[in-house]
């Protein structure tokens, strides 16, 4: 599968609609994001039952914003609707690979749990 691009009227369907998604936030101008394209379209292949998705910055600066995208590129990894990762920064092929894997890995249940408590608790600063 080759990668989707995102944008604000299919982002919320796309991340929410189950299963394993990655979003590379990048913009053209951005050398650290051309280095990491070719490494996440070719891993895009090589998962098909991944959807890998590519959010254009520049094109897309609300979406950008409500992700609080400050730095690029950075990818965030969405499970069954839940965003379990997110990072800046262009990652080798094996790095995307160990990402793919610890969210492959990840029992939901248990993170779902987590997050349910993480909102009852009052938030301490």
Same mark, same amino acid.
């Given at each position: 599968?080759?990668? +989707?691009? &995102?944008t ?5 369907a796309?991340?929410? *609609?189950g299963? @394993?998604v ?7 101008w951005?050398?650290p994001?051309?280095q990491?394209?070719p490494?996440?379209e /070719? +891993?895009?292949? #090589? ?11 520049? *094109?897309?600066?609300? &979406?950008? *914003? /409500?992700?609080?995208?400050?730095? @690029?590129p950075? &990818? ?8 379990v990762?997110?990072? $800046?920064?262009?990652l $080798?092929? !094996?790095? &995307?690979e #160990?990402?793919? /894997?610890?969210v492959? /890995? ?9 997050l349910?408590? #993480?909102?009852r !608790? $009052?938030?301490? +600063?």
């Open positions: 599968m080759s990668t +989707t691009t &995102l604000g009227q299919n982002f919320e796309t991340v929410t *609609a299963g @394993i990655l979003v590379d936030f990048w913009a053209a951005c050398g994001c051309r990491f394209a490494v996440f /070719a +891993t895009s292949t #090589q998962h098909p039952d991944i959807v890998f998705g590519k959010v254009d910055t520049e *094109a897309e600066q609300g &979406l950008a *914003a /409500a992700a609080r995208i400050t730095s @690029i950075t &990818l965030m990894a969405f499970r069954d609707g839940v965003l990762y997110s990072q $800046p920064g262009a $080798p092929a !094996s790095a &995307l #160990q990402v793919i /894997a610890g492959r /890995a990840l029992d939901m249940d248990a993170v779902r749990a987590e349910e408590q #993480q909102q !608790s $009052p938030q301490t +600063t």
